[in-house]
């Protein structure tokens, strides 16, 4: 921060080379230090998902552990409007796939550093924020709305934790009809296709290869594996072992070499051994 | 700027660490390598024209025998190096060479002298003293200085089987035989003749330049026998020249020292007139013996250099021999196995064709060791003696006189004269033992045998030390040994050394395998200074490996009140023998010693010893030091102090209750198939087992909808309650999903079922998680997990776009096997060690109480810490299992800083299912893929390739640190215990130094919740909400489990700043957490999106570097902790950025 004061005019924001602005936060009115908030708008060439609209959404770097979405949102607000708050480990595109789940199944979540993506009403909000000054702290916990932290925290979470088990049944078997249905639909899914090949136009059946041999040999990588060895396993047993003179003098050859390999490892495990001073008893 | 903080990071990795080239800390690889440095172990690649080349004759040989002679050329190898270090070099034998020419041209310009009166010291001038000691005062004769009559090498030197270290080279000087009288063997006229002689030489010597300091010793701690010590003059002392004054060869009769001859008169000793004829004392077989032994050291010399002539790997053999009585502290002191003694045993083997001439120096001592294994001098001595005159003394009056019997090639002396027999057993265990894992393929049989030493206080399960070595006069009196007294002139301590032994012997009975002592060792004092008294001599110590199952045994049961060997029992035991009735109705004399837990009952042996020697020895309490008291750290309990082993029993009970319970319940849709412990308190090895509590609900808030317990804030964090896991395996079926989330659904659902079951038919207090089930029960908390076996496979199981199912390794798929499957094996695995080695559960407490408290538990884990001390259990050689905490704690640290993690995996043979050809692949699977493995490499039956326990951790760096301070507190803690000076306080070593680090955050005491099991538990403690009774019911509200605001803050702090610090904390009550910046942390970098967190930027022209925000994540590390912090304490100074 030293450097910072030297260089910028108070009231000024800060712009940094790769075009983020820092904000500066503290944790309360009475905090000495401050940590940086790197902003910038959301800007990739490919935002598949509807979530972040390019023209109003706040790229957030480097927001403190304490910072949950709500006190983001509420340390935002004052620059207009907010639709969403989203706040994440890493920076990347949102990945909604799967199923909802409960909270209560997801892995719990890391309480590091986080990145923010913050969606406002109006695209003007951006430029707001963008040209906030640095030396004007945005302030995490005050009196009207104190963020507990420290033993607080840990007690409220403590006793967030609990759950009544009719409600967590009921989660349960919400989750679990849904997958019914899914497989369910899969399942006849499947069962079309299948029904769809058989009768092909006019009434004929195609007769495809093997289908039968398809179901014996499943397909996975397991499967093909196994088969591969039994092959292999098959071709040595047709060989004939030490039947010819060449093969036996190979045999014993190939004893020799062992022995000699196996004293030349042990001569360089010696060495190395006695490179590192191995062999004084005392 | 940069470099300081290189080099104090090397400071905390403590500088020469081999394994620099890991990839954790590639600032270092800057470093110019030297390829000298450069020790790494690579596979050997040979040509193929190399290894398929016709074989010539003699290597064909080589390699055969190797293969056939050898478990491996390996071992052949091995001794070859070993011999190559220990014996003398060609430029250190000419040095001595030279020396001795010198010395010897010295000693014969020595002056001629009036004769005098041998009580006459006035010739003596100068500073040089007599080393004797004169005890009674008058002799008769006269004694006067002249050049020696011959000046010869002897012992060892001549020989060839003289090895390093402490090389002692021999000289016999002549005593010319004008200056002796015929008479002279008696009442020690001889004995002072030649320390007179000896002073003499001293006083002409000390003039000399060509000599650098002159010490008096004697020969193996006899009084009787002094020796001059010289080394060359300048810094390089490395060897010594020992002088010893004879009397010509043959000046006196062999046959006037016949063991039951008395040749120190008791008039003339005592200096009372008796009515007794002259020589028909009491014989004096050690005065006798050590008089002879001056006489023939030039024929014993004689007698070896024609045996190691014959034989050419003679010399070789025994100096293998030497070594191995080295490292097991058996070749120094007053009665030691010499290695003269070890000479003449290959010479006794060779003349009796047990071993033949042209075996190798391997099968020489292998011979050896297997001959003293077998053979038990005590009983059945033997001889050199090829045809002894009519004269020299049979065999059985050798055993009447000595305890030991080895006789010399005259047939006259004994050379194992000084030689307890309690020495004797002890060398004889130690080749029994030697011999029993030379064979085993599994065991690095060179290091057991030959390089790792064994010192006492790591060999036996207890020692304790005689301090007040005064105290044994009274012994002798009390025990009226006033002839041993004479015979051995006055050393009171060898005198009651053997009544002491016996004593204890006879006492300890059953209880122990072992008796050992330690060897009195050879003195030296400088030439100016007088003889010291026996007094002076460091304390004697004792050590027992005991009996495992019977040490601790309350009871000693006698013989029944009528039984004539009764009498026999009163008098040993005194007063504590009393008559007892018992259950199977017999009346018996018995005695009772205290002990109620485990831990006061493995200090039984010692109240023995104690009352023993008080009662029969005269040797009070307070001199009799017991070396122990490492188990204190682990202690608990008010009334009854227990190290642990009660609690867990009771833990093992509940846990054995619930499982009955859960297999009993009737209602669930699938069966239960397995019910395993997964929790080191379950296999006696958590270091507090937890206890059972009963919870003051006043002190809690309450949570409405579960009837839960809260805790309350502003009041002191309420005491841990540590949940005990238990894996319930539920039954295989086709209902089970095959989906990652939808299993985890059903688990949930099965956690609320046994919930309600468990509440319904046992009202137990249940808490249902997804994740888990908590269950209260008779005031310990356990922790249900339901686990279904196919769920790995199901998370490792995914479908490539072509539609083909693959498997695909991933982490969480290894987690959750480890925990479900291999943690439960490993417990019940260990669970078996303990049945098998009571003390196991013990050993491992005290290693894990150490590594927390110097703050490495993160590193080491507790199943690694585990692991490492089944280890020394199922693989002890060179030692015996231990069969104390004690031992076993300080083998653990001796292990944990010198084993080499680097070329060597630790293979840890769990209920012994690894054949040797597992440990050969193990070992080549280990060099093939090293560098791709974790740094300590831990391989188990189930886990033969992977590492598991330690695959996450520790570091290079912090391995290196563990070993640094794992050998520091090794060698402060073997200090401290065997200096009979020092008090007794093993918490020295469990103080962490605090300065290596860069931030330490005090934590408020209070809410600490484990505060009293800290290493210095504070004076003052908080009410936690439990009361002190300890009947606790099962039901009511469910207390607050697993809430530790701690480690709570511990895992924030890691999460947010782990990449910019290491933070390391005592979990057992410690108030401190220290934190380590990470130097690549700190050395300012580009900015970028994913490597900003608690970084703050600073602009340089038209780049943007970052660097920690170290202001604002101190105030952070405040805020995180608030209330639990009580101050932050950054040490500036120490940083350089």
Redesign the interface.
């Known amino acids: ?1 030293a ?1 910072s004061k030297a ?1 910028h005019a108070s009231g000024q924001p800060w712009v ?3 075009g ?1 602005s ?1 904000l500066s936060l503290q ?1 309360s009115s009475g ?6 908030l ?1 902003v910038k708008e959301h800007k990739v060439r490919t935002e598949k998902s509807s979530h972040r609209p390019l023209d109003r959404t706040l790229f957030l ?2 927001i ?3 910072c949950s979405e709500v006190v983001v949102k509420e340390l935002f607000s004052q620059f207009g409007g907010i639709e969403s708050v989203e706040l994440r480990d ?2 990347g595109s949102s990945q909604e796939s ?2 909802k ?1 409960s909270k ?2 997801r892995p719990a979540e ?4 986080k ?1 923010g993506y913050i969606v406002f009403k109006n695209s003007s909000s951006l430029q707001a924020v963008k040209s906030y000054p640095f030396d004007a702290p945005l302030v995490v916990s005050t009196e009207q709305r104190p963020v507990k ?7 409220q ?3 967030e ?5 009719e409600k ?2 009921q ?2 078997d919400n ?2 009809q849904s ?1 019914d249905e899914r ?1 369910e639909k899969e399942a006849e899914q499947k069962k079309e296709e299948a029904e769809r090949q058989q009768e092909e136009e006019e009434g004929w059946v195609k007769v495809t290869r093997g289908h039968k041999g398809a179901k014996a040999r ?5 499967a093909n594996e196994k088969t591969l060895q039994k092959e292999k396993r098959k071709k040595r047993r047709k060989e004939l072992l030490n039947f010819y003179t060449w093969q036996h003098r190979n045999t014993q ?1 190939e004893h ?2 062992e ?12 060495a ?5 001073r ?5 | 700027m940069k470099t300081k903080k290189e080099s104090s990071e090397e400071m905390f990795v403590s500088g020469s660490c081999h394994d620099e080239d890991q990839p954790a800390f590639p600032a270092k690889r800057s470093k110019p390598e030297v390829p000298s440095e450069e020790i790494v172990y690579h596979p050997v690649k040979l040509s193929r024209n190399d290894l398929y080349r016709p074989p010539s004759a003699e290597e064909l040989n080589q390699l055969k025998e190797a293969e056939s002679l050898f478990h491996c050329s390996l071992l052949k190898m091995q001794m070859e190096e070993l011999l190559k270090e220990v014996v003398l070099s060609e430029r250190r034998r000419q040095q001595i060479d030279s020396f001795i020419e010198k010395v010897t041209k010295c000693l014969q310009a020595v002056p001629t002298l009036p004769k005098v009166e041998v009580s006459d010291l006035s010739w003596l001038s100068g500073p040089v003293k007599v080393p004797f000691l004169l005890m009674p005062k008058a002799t008769k004769g006269k004694f006067y200085m002249t050049p020696p009559a011959s000046i010869n090498v002897i012992g060892s030197y001549p020989l060839g089987t003289c090895i390093k270290p402490h090389i002692k080279v021999d000289l016999a000087v002549t005593i010319p035989a004008d200056v002796l009288q015929p008479k002279d063997f008696l009442n020690q006229r001889y004995p002072r003749k030649r320390a007179l002689y000896l002073a003499g030489l001293a006083q002409h010597l000390s003039s000399s330049s060509e000599v650098g300091t002159l010490r008096y010793s004697c020969l193996h701690g006899n009084r009787l026998r002094p020796v001059l010590l010289l080394t060359p003059p300048g810094k390089d002392s490395s060897f010594t020249v020992r002088v010893h004054a004879c009397p010509p060869p043959g000046f006196f009769k062999p046959n006037r020292f016949h063991p039951q001859r008395n040749n120190v008169r008791t008039e003339w000793y005592t200096g009372v007139q008796t009515a007794q004829p002259e020589s028909s004392g009491p014989p004096t077989p050690h005065y006798n013996s050590s008089v002879l032994g001056d006489l023939l050291p030039r024929a014993h010399l004689q007698f070896l250099s024609a045996v190691s002539s014959q034989c050419s790997a003679f010399t070789d053999g025994v100096a293998l021999l030497k070594v191995w009585l080295h490292q097991r502290q058996l070749d120094q002191g007053t009665g030691c196995f010499s290695g003269f003694l070890a000479s003449m045993l290959v010479a006794f083997l060779l003349s009796t064709h047990r071993i033949s001439n042209n075996m190798t120096a391997y099968q020489l001592l292998r011979n050896s060791l297997n001959f003293l294994a077998s053979t038990d001098l005590t009983v059945n001595g033997i001889s050199l003696a090829k045809d002894p005159d009519s004269s020299a003394p049979s065999l059985a009056e050798f055993h009447s006189a000595f305890q030991v019997v080895f006789v010399d090639p005259s047939g006259h002396l004994n050379m194992c004269s000084d030689m307890t027999a309690c020495a004797y057993k002890q060398l004889q265990h130690e080749a029994s033992l030697s011999m029993q894992f030379w064979d085993e393929p599994t065991v690095d049989g060179f290091h057991c045998l030959l390089m790792t030493p064994k010192p006492m206080i790591r060999t036996s399960d207890h020692v304790f030390q005689l301090c007040d070595l005064v105290k044994l006069q009274s012994t002798c009196k009390k025990q009226n040994l006033l002839n041993d007294l004479m015979d051995l002139s006055g050393n009171y301590i060898q005198a009651a050394l053997p009544f002491v032994l016996s004593l204890l012997q006879q006492g300890l009975g059953q209880r122990i395998h072992l008796l050992t002592h330690s060897l009195a060792p050879d003195l030296e004092w400088s030439v100016e200074s007088d003889a010291p008294k026996y007094k002076a001599q460091p304390p004697l110590s004792f050590g027992l490996l005991l009996q495992p199952e019977l040490a601790s045994c309350i009871l000693e049961k006698g013989p029944a009140a009528d039984n004539p060997k009764a009498v026999e029992f009163r008098q040993l035991w005194g007063s504590r023998s009393e008559l007892r009735r018992f259950q199977d109705g017999s009346i018996t004399e018995a005695v009772l010693w205290e002990g109620e837990s485990m831990c006061q009952r493995r200090l039984v042996p010692q109240q023995i010893v104690t009352y023993l020697l008080q009662v029969h020895a005269d040797i009070p309490e307070a001199s009799v030091r017991h070396i122990g008291g490492i188990d204190d750290v682990v202690k608990t309990g008010s009334e009854v102090p227990t190290t642990g082993e009660e609690e867990s029993l009771v833990v093992v009970q509940a846990y054995d209750d619930l499982s009955r319970k859960l297999w009993n319940l009737e209602g669930l849709p699938l069966s239960i198939t397995a019910v395993q412990g997964a929790h080191p308190a379950l296999r006696y090895t958590q270091v507090f087992p937890p206890r059972p509590l009963k919870v003051d609900y006043s002190f809690f808030d309450k949570e409405k909808i579960s009837r839960s317990l809260i805790p309350k804030e502003g009041k002191p964090c309420p005491a841990y309650i540590t949940p005990i896991t238990v894996i319930c395996h539920m039954e295989g079926s086709g209902k089970w999903p095959h989906d990652r989330l939808a299993i985890r659904h059903i688990r949930a659902a099965f956690h609320i079922r046994l919930a309600e079951l468990l509440k319904k038919q046992h009202n137990y207090t249940c808490r249902a998680c997804p994740s888990h089930l908590d269950v209260w029960k008779e005031g310990l908390a356990f922790r249900i997990q339901v686990a279904y076996h196919r769920e790995p496979q199901v998370l490792r199981e995914s479908v490539t776009p072509e539609g083909l199912l693959v498997l695909r390794d991933n982490e969480e798929a290894q987690q959750l096997e480890v925990a479900t499957i291999h943690k439960p094996l490993l417990t019940s695995t260990l669970h078996g060690l303990q049945q098998e080695y009571s003390c196991f559960g013990a050993v491992c407490r005290l290693a894990k109480r150490w590594l927390a408290a110097q703050l490495f538990s993160d590193d080491i884990t507790e199943d690694t810490a585990d692991l490492l001390v089944a280890s020394l259990f199922l693989q002890p050689a060179p030692f015996t299992p231990p069969g104390s905490p004690q031992v076993g704690f300080l083998r653990f640290l001796h292990l944990l800083s010198s084993f080499e993690w680097r070329n060597n995996p630790l293979i840890v043979n769990l209920n012994n299912e690894l054949t040797a050809a597992d440990y050969t692949e193990i070992k080549n699977g280990f060099m093939a893929s090293r560098e791709s493995l974790p740094v300590m490499f831990i391989a188990t039956p189930k886990d033969k390739k992977s590492s598991m326990w330690t695959k996450r951790a520790p570091t290079v760096q912090m391995l290196q640190r563990v070993m640094t301070v794992a050998a520091e507190s090794l060698k402060v803690l073997e200090r401290q215990l065997m200096d009979g000076k020092q008090l007794q306080d093993v918490r020295v070593v469990m103080r962490p130094p605090l300065d290596a680090y860069d931030v330490l955050i005090h934590l408020n005491p209070k809410q600490v919740p484990l505060l009293s099991q800290a290493v210095d538990p504070p004076s003052v403690n908080f009410s936690r909400g439990v009361t002190a009774q300890s009947a606790a019911q099962s039901g009511g509200s469910l207390p607050v489990i697993d809430y530790n605001p701690v480690f709570l803050y511990l895992l924030e702090l890691r999460e947010a700043f782990g990449d910019l610090a290491l933070f390391f904390c005592d979990p057992y009550g410690g108030t401190v957490i220290a934190v380590l910046w990470k130097p690549k942390a700190f050395a300012p970098a580009p900015f970028k999106t994913s490597q900003v967190s608690a970084r703050t930027v600073k602009v340089t022209g038209n780049e943007a570097k970052t660097l920690p925000n170290v202001e604002a994540i101190l105030e952070d590390f405040r805020v995180l902790g608030k209330d639990l912090v009580k101050s932050v304490e950054a040490k500036m100074d120490k940083w350089s950025f």
């Not at chain 1, 499943?218 to 397991?222: G, K, L, T």
Request: with cysteine; net charge positive; aromatic share 16%.
């Open positions: 921060m450097p260089k940094i080379p790769g983020f820092v944790f905090s000495a230090a401050r940590h940086c790197y770097l480097n403190p552990p304490y890493h920076p799967g199923p789940i209560l199944f890391k309480q590091g550093f990145v932290t420290g033993v607080q925290k840990w007690i979470q403590y006793s934790s609990f759950i009544q088990p967590l049944q989660k349960v989750f679990m997958y497989k499943p397909h996975s990588e397991a050859k020799i070499a022995l000699r390999k196996k004293f030349e490892e042990d001569k360089q495990k010696i190395l051994l006695r490179a590192q191995k062999f004084k008893p005392y």
